[in-house]
């Protein structure tokens, strides 16, 4: 098993963070994992991203251009990571915001509105969790106690009392993630 | 239990220091390679092992300190970007001429100039050609995993005492940014004064009574003494090229392609070498891990097995020299590089190989990827 992962979105939204916690609870669950972020920008106010994978086997280039899975999470990351999913992947996007949907019809198509949910639950931290909870019902491969564990790990230990509600929204991201298209 | 952590390159290389037994780091802050003074500032380093962090006052200053440093036997360090790499070269000539051991750390960035702070590979020819002036090497290692930042920093404290020569850890903002699995080892004791005078008889470690001054200097105006001198280094260099040659083979074994890269390259050559294979192509990749003394007798080897040599750097073609000395005309070797920050993909890459030596020339050429 190997599952590539690219997540973009705007700095501050938790892009590279998401990416952290998923690496972490991977490599708590014993698989190889690497994280390439697009450095620099984010830290300066512009787009983010990160390129995550988790793998049984010795992973070869943390640098990739082509993915299984693309979570989307603004406009311009949509113009530019559309394309480099692979035929048969999946993409996950937040539709706040996106003013030109995804149009591929060879890959699986979904939405999490995220943005809408955190703001409902009064809990803005956690859109990334929800977003997160929406990667994992698709694509199961971290065990829950595993990503409790990559919390612990990956959360200061100040923030360790919002591993809760951290985990209560991938709970609640799981729930609300809904199909926009299936593949042909 | 092993000791494993996630961890960035850049922080990965500042634990494997810290742990190497390290007596000083002196240093100024440029992307991508920050993380390392910030890791050693934040991790306790002094009350670990009684290790001094220094943030100096630029990068000239630095240099300096760690020729201080060594001339007295203790194991120093700086690190920095190629920018900041560039400042310190005077003081790397004058380390080179007095031949004092000490770890360097660049993690390259795009150039010329400030250039760009996103990964490059455009460092090679200073790095190993000497960007110094003078006939000097240093030993330079090209680390392509997180594991490899941290072990590489007590592989190289080891090499610089044991040649009395500057090693220079040769990465780039990619592997220093990334995080991976690192697995750490055990903490090894700093030197204490006393065992630094006795291992190291020519240390600036103050004189005793039983034997003459210690002197530091670079400086002979008698050229029949510096003939001697210069030729005592070079017999050095020619030592180290001949014990010292590290490499990578992955699928070399009936590889009938090859691709010769190093540091991140390597890592998107061996995608590529597993997306060529599935595609029935014998390809195989050959990493240096170090960048002097080069693998030249390895690669001459496989120059009579394979029908052709592909070296991908982001550079616009500075290892590809070496590998087309190594060769020496007896196979065709082509460089492809991304200049600028641009990263090469491993479908980029294998297609250029495939272009360059698989296909007539008269298909449809080679578009390079987009970003």
């Not at chain 1, 009392?161 to 929204?169: S, Y």
């Not at chain 2, 044991?162 to 990334?178: C, E, F, Y």
């Not at chain 2, 991140?264 to 990493?287: N, Y």
Request: hydrophobic share 40%; charged share 25%.
């Amino acid at each position: 098993m190997t599952e590539e992962i690219i997540i973009a979105g705007f700095g501050g939204q938790g892009v590279l963070s998401m990416g952290k916690i998923l690496a972490y609870s991977g490599m708590m669950q014993n698989k190889e994992v690497s994280w390439f972020p697009s450095y620099g920008p984010e830290m300066r106010g512009g787009t983010a991203n990160v390129t995550v994978i988790i793998s049984d086997e010795r992973i070869s280039s943390p640098i990739l251009n082509k993915f299984d899975t693309a979570i989307i999470l603004n406009q311009q990351s949509m113009d530019k990571f559309e394309s480099s999913v692979k035929p048969g992947g999946v993409l996950i996007y937040d539709p706040n915001g996106i003013v030109r949907h995804p149009e591929r019809t060879d890959i699986n198509i979904y939405t999490i509105d995220a943005a809408d949910e955190a703001a409902r639950l009064g809990l803005k931290k956690v859109f990334n969790m929800l977003v997160l909870g929406a990667f994992l019902k698709l694509k199961p491969l971290i065990e829950p106690e595993y990503m409790r564990k990559g919390l612990e790990k990956s959360l200061p230990l100040r923030h360790h009392n919002t591993i809760p509600e951290n985990e209560k929204a991938i709970a609640r991201g799981m729930e609300i993630v809904k199909l926009e298209h299936q593949m042909n | 239990m092993k000791d494993i952590r996630l961890m960035k390159g850049n922080e990965a290389l500042a634990e494997g220091v810290i742990r190497a037994g390290c007596d000083g780091y002196f240093g100024y802050p440029i992307t991508p390679q920050s993380e390392i003074l910030e890791y050693l500032m934040a991790n306790n380093t002094k009350e670990r092992t009684g290790m001094i962090v220094l943030q100096a006052e630029s990068e000239i200053a630095s240099i300096h300190m760690v020729y201080g440093g060594a001339a007295a036997g203790k194991r120093v360090i700086t690190s920095s970007s190629s920018p900041g790499i560039s400042l310190m070269q005077e003081g790397i000539s004058f380390m080179a001429g007095t031949e004092l051991p000490c770890l360097l750390v660049n993690v390259v960035r795009g150039g010329p100039g400030l250039g760009t702070i996103q990964p490059s590979q455009s460092d090679y020819f200073q790095a190993v050609k000497g960007g110094g002036h003078g006939d000097y090497k240093m030993i330079v290692l090209a680390p392509a995993s997180v594991q490899e930042m941290y072990d590489f920093a007590k592989l190289g404290f080891d090499l610089a005492f044991k040649h009395r020569i500057q090693v220079m850890i040769l990465s780039d903002g990619a592997i220093g940014q990334m995080m991976e699995k690192v697995e750490l080892d055990e903490q090894i004791p700093r030197l204490a004064d006393a065992e630094i005078v006795k291992k190291y008889p020519w240390a600036t470690t103050g004189k005793t009574p039983d034997r003459e001054r210690n002197i530091i200097t670079s400086l002979d105006l008698n050229p029949v003494k510096q003939e001697i001198i210069n030729q005592n280094l070079q017999k050095k260099f020619k030592h180290i090229q001949e014990t010292e040659v590290r490499f990578e083979r992955f699928m070399c074994d009936d590889a009938e392609y090859l691709f010769v890269a190093y540091g991140s390259s390597a890592r998107i050559c061996q995608k590529a070498v597993m997306l060529g294979r599935a595609r029935g192509i014998k390809v195989g990749l050959l990493r240096p891990i170090t960048l002097f003394p080069f693998p030249t007798n390895e690669l001459a080897r496989l120059a009579k097995q394979v029908k052709g040599m592909q070296a991908i750097e982001m550079s616009a073609g500075q290892m590809v020299e070496d590998v087309r000395l190594s060769v020496n005309g007896a196979v065709p070797v082509e460089h492809y590089g991304r200049l600028g920050g641009i990263i090469p993909a491993p479908d980029e890459v294998l297609n250029v190989l495939e272009q360059n030596f698989i296909h007539s020339k008269k298909e449809k050429r080679y578009e390079p990827a987009t970003y």
